[in-house]
């Protein structure tokens, strides 16, 4: 007896952090649906809008206090206190972009670019808008629309769809 | 190991229907997975399954982002060309291994 299978029709994806990697596990996680020709959503919300704003998409940062996988290069523990310094989040965040530039992988607009090449839509939330005073204007230009929860939800509708929270 | 015959000829597949042995594709094969995906071939999807194929004997990884640099589409016409999943669709149609990349 064969088992019936029932693909992805539809991924939603929410983004709620704006680090370097959580916005990265969206665009990868995003595109890659995209790719599958999965219906594909994305909601950026909280700081995770700095993905979508034209000022701040370029200058994502990985936090180099309180992550504990975080290690030297070649594997030894990363203290905290060293991460505190300054410059050094800066130069963490540098060496991260060096290495997802060396593996061929997109900076954020671009990124953003093929997502929305491949028919994925972009979406901002409207009470993380209001919260930090962001206007649509402030916005990358390939953002679809400013939603509330619920005009996302409806969005999320339909059999085979999963919502994401990265 | 799965075979299929495409235009009179018998190849080596995978359990996924995708070739193994890139060697034994033909034009007149491509035209035939094609029509089984949906997709009608002109000479620009024949450069895109040249560019595709070229790159893969050269070793290299295929990636969308590469498609789109490639001159011979960008990246929203190649979601036109091979609708759906287009990296899987088209090298399907190449005759060449399904791509191992998540960009």
Redesign the interface.
Known sequence: MSEEKYPLKKVCIICAKGTIEDVYATLVMGNGAVMEGIETKIFFTFFGLDAITKKQMMKLHTGTVGNPAMRMPGGLPFPSILGMLPGVELGVSAMMKGQMEALDIPKVDEFLEMITAGGGEIYACKLAMDMFKLKKEDLWEGVLGVLTVGEFYEKCDGQQTQIIFT | MAQKTYAGVTVDVNEEGYFTNPAQWTKEIAAEIAKEEGVVLTDKHMAMLDYLRDRVSKGE?L????V?KSGIV???GF?EMF??????KATKIAGIPKPAS??
């Open positions: 990884v990636t969308i982002r590469g789109g960008d990246i929203k979601y609708p759906g999943a287009p990296m899987k998540c960009i």
